[in-house]
Protein backbone atom coordinates (compact mmCIF):
# COMPACT_ATOMS: atom_id res chain seq x y z
CA UNK A 1 0.00 0.00 0.00
CA UNK A 2 1.44 3.32 -0.90
CA UNK A 3 1.50 6.46 1.39
CA UNK A 4 -1.01 7.87 -0.62
CA UNK A 5 -3.10 5.22 -0.43
CA UNK A 6 -2.68 4.78 3.34
CA UNK A 7 -4.00 8.27 3.57
CA UNK A 8 -6.32 7.68 1.90
CA UNK A 9 -7.70 4.68 4.63
CA UNK A 10 -7.00 6.77 7.13
CA UNK A 11 -9.29 9.76 6.16
CA UNK A 12 -12.24 7.01 5.06
CA UNK A 13 -13.81 7.49 8.78
CA UNK A 14 -14.04 11.79 7.87
CA UNK A 15 -14.85 11.32 4.42
CA UNK A 16 -17.87 8.79 5.62
CA UNK A 17 -19.74 11.54 7.84
CA UNK A 18 -18.92 14.41 5.06
CA UNK A 19 -20.45 12.42 2.38
CA UNK A 20 -23.56 11.59 5.18
CA UNK A 21 -23.89 15.60 5.52
CA UNK A 22 -23.65 15.97 2.10
CA UNK A 23 -26.61 13.72 0.90
CA UNK A 24 -28.26 13.10 3.96
CA UNK A 25 -28.93 9.20 3.04
CA UNK A 26 -25.97 6.23 4.19
CA UNK A 27 -26.19 4.66 0.89
CA UNK A 28 -26.22 7.95 -0.95
CA UNK A 29 -23.28 8.54 1.36
CA UNK A 30 -21.26 5.03 0.50
CA UNK A 31 -21.51 5.29 -2.88
CA UNK A 32 -20.40 9.12 -2.95
CA UNK A 33 -17.52 8.00 -0.69
CA UNK A 34 -16.47 5.30 -3.46
CA UNK A 35 -16.64 7.86 -6.33
CA UNK A 36 -14.62 10.25 -4.22
CA UNK A 37 -11.92 7.53 -3.46
CA UNK A 38 -11.59 6.27 -7.40
CA UNK A 39 -11.40 9.69 -8.82
CA UNK A 40 -8.85 10.60 -6.21
CA UNK A 41 -7.05 7.26 -6.91
CA UNK A 42 -7.07 8.45 -10.47
CA UNK A 43 -5.70 11.56 -10.00
CA UNK A 44 -3.08 11.15 -7.62
CA UNK A 45 -0.70 12.59 -9.59
CA UNK A 46 -2.56 15.86 -8.92
CA UNK A 47 -2.62 16.13 -5.86
CA UNK A 48 0.78 17.74 -4.41
CA UNK A 49 2.30 16.09 -1.33
CA UNK A 50 2.87 18.49 1.32
CA UNK A 51 -0.86 19.87 1.01
CA UNK A 52 -3.87 18.89 2.85
CA UNK A 53 -5.14 15.71 1.33
CA UNK A 54 -8.56 16.17 3.70
CA UNK A 55 -9.48 19.16 1.86
CA UNK A 56 -8.29 17.60 -1.43
CA UNK A 57 -10.44 14.83 -0.81
CA UNK A 58 -13.35 17.38 0.40
CA UNK A 59 -13.36 19.06 -2.59
CA UNK A 60 -13.40 16.33 -5.13
CA UNK A 61 -16.34 14.40 -3.07
CA UNK A 62 -18.62 18.18 -2.73
CA UNK A 63 -17.74 18.01 -6.67
CA UNK A 64 -18.82 14.44 -6.93
CA UNK A 65 -22.21 15.46 -5.04
CA UNK A 66 -23.30 18.04 -7.49
CA UNK A 67 -22.53 16.20 -10.51
CA UNK A 68 -24.72 13.50 -9.26
CA UNK A 69 -27.35 16.22 -7.92
CA UNK A 70 -27.15 17.45 -11.45
CA UNK A 71 -27.67 13.79 -13.23
CA UNK A 72 -30.30 13.17 -10.74
CA UNK A 73 -32.49 16.84 -12.25
CA UNK A 74 -31.81 15.75 -15.41
CA UNK A 75 -33.12 11.67 -14.90
CA UNK A 76 -36.26 13.89 -13.48
CA UNK A 77 -37.00 16.12 -16.20
CA UNK A 78 -35.85 13.60 -19.13
CA UNK A 79 -38.22 10.50 -18.22
CA UNK A 80 -41.51 10.22 -17.33
CA UNK A 81 -42.39 7.21 -14.75
CA UNK A 82 -42.47 4.07 -15.89
CA UNK A 83 -45.78 3.21 -15.95
CA UNK A 84 -46.16 5.75 -18.69
CA UNK A 85 -44.72 3.39 -21.25
CA UNK A 86 -47.95 1.61 -20.85
CA UNK A 87 -50.25 3.81 -22.37
CA UNK A 88 -47.87 4.82 -25.43
CA UNK A 89 -49.99 4.56 -28.38
CA UNK A 90 -52.87 5.15 -26.58
CA UNK A 91 -55.75 7.46 -27.73
CA UNK A 92 -56.50 8.95 -24.29
CA UNK A 93 -53.44 11.57 -24.90
CA UNK A 94 -54.93 13.96 -22.55
CA UNK A 95 -55.07 11.78 -19.63
CA UNK A 96 -51.43 10.73 -20.11
CA UNK A 97 -50.48 14.17 -20.41
CA UNK A 98 -51.99 15.08 -17.09
CA UNK A 99 -50.31 11.92 -15.22
CA UNK A 100 -46.99 13.59 -16.65
CA UNK A 101 -47.96 17.11 -15.24
CA UNK A 102 -48.93 15.38 -11.97
CA UNK A 103 -45.50 13.71 -11.50
CA UNK A 104 -44.16 16.64 -11.96
CA UNK A 105 -46.47 18.43 -9.42
CA UNK A 106 -45.63 15.50 -7.09
CA UNK A 107 -41.37 16.24 -7.52
CA UNK A 108 -42.67 20.23 -6.74
CA UNK A 109 -44.50 19.14 -3.65
CA UNK A 110 -41.17 16.96 -2.44
CA UNK A 111 -38.83 19.66 -2.97
CA UNK A 112 -41.23 22.13 -0.19
CA UNK A 113 -40.06 22.49 3.00
CA UNK A 114 -42.23 20.42 4.88
CA UNK A 115 -43.88 23.06 7.08
CA UNK A 116 -45.01 24.86 3.69
CA UNK A 117 -45.71 21.41 2.23
CA UNK A 118 -48.43 20.45 4.80
CA UNK A 119 -50.23 23.80 4.56
CA UNK A 120 -50.59 23.50 0.72
CA UNK A 121 -51.71 19.58 1.28
CA UNK A 122 -54.27 20.40 4.11
CA UNK A 123 -55.74 23.77 2.06
CA UNK A 124 -55.19 23.00 -1.76
CA UNK A 125 -55.46 19.51 -1.99
CA UNK A 126 -58.05 18.54 0.80
CA UNK A 127 -60.04 21.86 0.62
CA UNK A 128 -59.96 22.76 4.05
CA UNK A 129 -60.61 26.65 4.79
CA UNK A 130 -57.65 28.54 6.17
CA UNK A 131 -59.39 28.35 9.85
CA UNK A 132 -59.73 24.33 9.46
CA UNK A 133 -55.72 23.89 8.65
CA UNK A 134 -54.83 26.46 11.07
CA UNK A 135 -56.79 24.37 13.91
CA UNK A 136 -55.47 20.95 12.91
CA UNK A 137 -52.13 22.12 12.83
CA UNK A 138 -52.05 24.29 16.15
CA UNK A 139 -50.96 27.00 14.55
CA UNK A 140 -52.23 30.76 14.14
CA UNK A 141 -54.11 31.97 10.64
CA UNK A 142 -51.07 34.26 9.79
CA UNK A 143 -48.69 31.49 10.05
CA UNK A 144 -50.97 29.45 8.16
CA UNK A 145 -51.34 32.35 5.21
CA UNK A 146 -48.16 33.02 5.28
CA UNK A 147 -46.76 29.44 4.75
CA UNK A 148 -49.17 28.86 1.75
CA UNK A 149 -48.41 32.29 0.34
CA UNK A 150 -44.70 31.27 -0.16
CA UNK A 151 -45.38 27.42 -0.88
CA UNK A 152 -47.70 28.84 -3.76
CA UNK A 153 -44.90 30.96 -5.16
CA UNK A 154 -42.25 28.05 -4.59
CA UNK A 155 -44.61 26.02 -6.48
CA UNK A 156 -45.20 28.33 -9.16
CA UNK A 157 -41.20 28.61 -9.44
CA UNK A 158 -40.70 25.34 -9.19
CA UNK A 159 -43.06 24.35 -12.19
CA UNK A 160 -41.60 27.20 -14.12
CA UNK A 161 -45.12 29.01 -13.61
CA UNK A 162 -43.66 32.44 -11.89
CA UNK A 163 -45.23 35.90 -13.36
Known amino acids: MTPFERALLDLLPRLRRF ?26 SQWEAGTRLDS ?22 TFVAEEEGMHVGEADDRRIEARVELGKVDRAMAALPPE ?5 ALILVEGFAY ?5 TLGLPMGTVTS ?15 AA
Open 147 to 161: RLVRGRQALMEILGE
Open 56 to 77: WMYRIMRNGWIDEVRARKRRGE
Open 19 to 44: ARALTLDAADADDLCQIALERALKAE
Open 131 to 135: REAAE
Open 116 to 120: QREVI
